[in-house]
């Protein structure tokens, strides 16, 4: 079974705070996603990763960066957390010919205040 | 880039069946996803659709016509575990998928 784990269920942080969602998992995919997820908005891409190191933006990339130092992790940054960052983050996962399947995450709920 | 429409809430019965509509936009297209996503969980793959015509995988199909830009996911036999958000969305050749807004699904009793 494919697990994708997400560091956080719920969080709560503060305007301005710099925040780190994590994402990790564990079937030895290349590709791995970040979405926001908002009610009536569906799932809208952040950024993704095809590669350790490598990453791409998606639609909505403005206030958030990403990380990918090893192969299984890739990280969210929100590097001056505002109120309209509130929203659920979901990470996903896929082998690197099947975008089409993704695997994901738990998803974090992140209230900013 | 890409739009997707789909209808927004359908409720039926057990054991009914209900199509979910898709319809897209998009400037390269390699194929259509659907997803289930139930209240507070996570979004899981249903099928895939890469050529025109019609999947099966038990009680849920998926269809596909490229020429018409259009899928459905033919949910059959419904259950009360089907209740949930259902999800179109298209790949396109940059590896990533671009999804619908989603189409919530109510079965009662």
């Known amino acids: 079974d494919v697990k994708v784990t997400q560091s956080s269920r719920y969080l709560v942080k503060r305007t301005g705070e710099k925040v780190f969602l994590e994402c990790v998992q564990d079937?030895?995919?290349?590709?791995m996603f970040w979405y926001r997820q908002d009610p009536g908005l569906g799932l809208r891409l952040i950024y993704f990763?095809?590669?350790?190191?490598?990453?791409e933006k998606g639609d909505i990339p403005e206030g958030y960066s990403v990380s990918r130092e090893k192969k299984e992790r890739f990280s969210l940054i929100l590097e001056s957390a505002s109120t309209n960052q509130t929203s659920m983050y979901l990470c996903?996962?896929?082998?690197?010919?099947?975008?089409?399947?993704?695997?994901f995450g738990p998803g974090t709920r992140l209230t900013v205040t | 880039g890409q739009s997707l429409e789909q209808p927004s809430e359908v409720t039926a019965v057990e054991g009914a069946i209900v199509q979910i509509n898709c319809t897209y936009q998009?400037?390269?297209?390699?194929?259509l996803s659907w997803y289930q996503q139930h209240d507070g969980g996570a979004p899981t793959f249903l099928s895939y659709?890469?050529?025109?015509g019609l999947e099966e995988t038990g009680r849920f199909s998926s269809f596909l016509s490229r020429s018409d830009s259009y899928g459905y996911l033919l949910l059959q036999e419904l259950q009360m575990k089907d209740s949930a958000s259902y999800f179109c969305?298209?790949?396109?050749?940059?590896?990533?998928?671009?999804f619908g807004k989603g189409n919530q699904v109510v079965v009662i009793p």
């Open positions: 996903a996962s896929s082998l690197v010919g099947a975008a089409h399947e993704q695997y």
């Open positions: 079937m030895d995919h290349e590709n």
């Open positions: 990763s095809y590669d350790v190191k490598m990453k």
């Open positions: 998009t400037s390269g297209f390699y194929g």
């Open positions: 659709n890469a050529l025109d």
């Open positions: 969305a298209v790949r396109d050749p940059t590896n990533r998928l671009a």
